[in-house]
């Protein structure tokens, strides 16, 4: 499950846009890879759907509206801890543990959010890549796993 760890991202970042709302303006994610990055959201522990609180109109999101855990890093807000942008773009925001958030990056599977660490918001918030073939759609499974085991393992 450390994929993201050990495989590099082949060729160069997507460009997105600089500001809010961050998104990504090339090499988008065919939208059946997106559906299925999707569904494995939903498949997590305790995980329920909804729109976003915080992104574009269109971006659903992922809560543990039940968890109890309060530890400032593993939500972007309430208690969201990714979602997926609509099909025109179809990267996502999540929440990563701060440890693993530079290699990520290095391996281009990320980039940080532009408010991360700005406004109250957490430091680890990243935009992951929407993927592009079969590989990167189990990197970015990953990547959303270990947003999800940081939020449930989070301490109250």
């Known amino acids: 499950m450390t994929s993201y760890l050990s495989h590099q991202r082949r060729g160069a ?18 939208v059946e890879l997106q559906e299925l990055v999707f569904e494995r959201g939903q498949s997590l522990g305790s995980v329920e ?7 574009v109109p269109g971006a659903r999101a992922f809560y543990l509206p039940r968890c109890g855990c309060q530890s400032f890093g593993a939500f972007m807000f309430g208690k969201e801890f ?21 290699q990520v990056i290095e391996n281009g599977w990320a980039e940080l959010h532009p408010l991360a660490g700005q406004y109250g918001l957490p430091g680890n918030i990243v935009m992951v890549y929407g993927p592009r073939d079969d590989e990167e759609l189990q990197v970015v499974c990953d990547l ?3 947003s999800h085991t940081a939020a449930t393992s989070s301490e109250a």
């Open 13 to 30: 970042r997507p460009q997105t846009t600089p500001s809010d709302p961050h998104t990504q303006l090339e090499q988008n994610a065919p």
């Open 49 to 55: 759907v909804g729109p976003s609180q915080v992104s």
């Open 82 to 102: 990714a979602h997926i942008h609509p099909p025109s773009d179809g990267s996502l925001h999540m929440t990563l543990p701060p440890e693993i958030v530079p």
């Open 144 to 146: 959303l796993t270990a």
